[in-house]
């Protein structure tokens, strides 16, 4: 393998695992909503995992800091998960469809307005695997573990460059479809323009006419 196809194989495999994690920590404050939005592709594995912040560590979690957790699919009303007035929950689906996915966090509403600490982790593909579930259930050496590891990301890679490929084709498309309408705006835009100076013109000469200039 010379330079130029290691160099391309390692940014295709950064390009492909780096956004697969997703993990913050946010505020949200008690009556409001906050969303987070992840690209998944169809048949993909995605799973997450929440949890409120002790604010007072030692001590219980106020009843206050409690949350409704909805994963919904972009401008669809299905839930592919729903936890309402819960301090911590994970989920995990498979996609049946390619698109964006939103985990929408609601604080339970509180007076006095309280700012609620959360904790989010959220997977997708060859991550969001349970590994060392795999190889305990398995009971498989280290080298069949890390070797089916590498199979997984190798089999994602490939279908991230195809997925990429189709995206590519499909831009084309839509540029070739602008500019056929860019040229059919001009030629609009032109023939108006000379109608327009074509009527002044006539209209110009009908005036000078009408006076008897010329």
Request: hydrophobic content about 40%.
């Amino acid at each position: 393998m010379n330079l130029q196809n290691f160099i391309f194989c390692m940014t295709t495999i950064l390009v492909v695992l780096s956004p697969i994690v997703q993990s913050f920590r946010f505020e949200l404050e008690s009556g409001h909503t906050m969303c987070v939005a992840e690209d998944i592709k169809i048949d993909s594995m995605t799973a997450g995992h929440y949890s409120v912040v002790n604010p007072n560590e030692g001590q219980p979690l106020p009843e206050s800091h409690r949350i409704t957790v909805q994963v919904t699919r972009f401008h669809e009303k299905n839930y592919y998960h729903l936890s309402e007035n819960v301090q911590s929950g994970h989920f995990s689906f498979q996609a049946v469809e390619a698109g964006d996915y939103l985990a929408c966090f609601i604080a339970v509403d509180h007076q006095p307005p309280v700012k609620i600490p959360i904790e989010f982790d959220w997977k997708s593909g060859v991550a969001a695997k349970d590994w060392s579930n795999v190889a305990k259930k398995g009971s498989v050496d280290a080298m069949e573990y890390e070797l089916k590891k590498l199979a997984d990301i190798i089999t994602l890679i490939h279908e991230e460059m195809f997925y990429l490929r189709e995206r590519e084709r499909e831009m084309q498309e839509l540029n070739k479809l602008t500019n056929s309408r860019m040229a059919s705006l001009s030629f609009l835009s032109l023939f108006i323009c000379l109608s327009v100076a074509g009527m002044q013109v006539w209209h110009l000469k009908s005036f000078f006419e009408k006076k008897k200039l010329i």
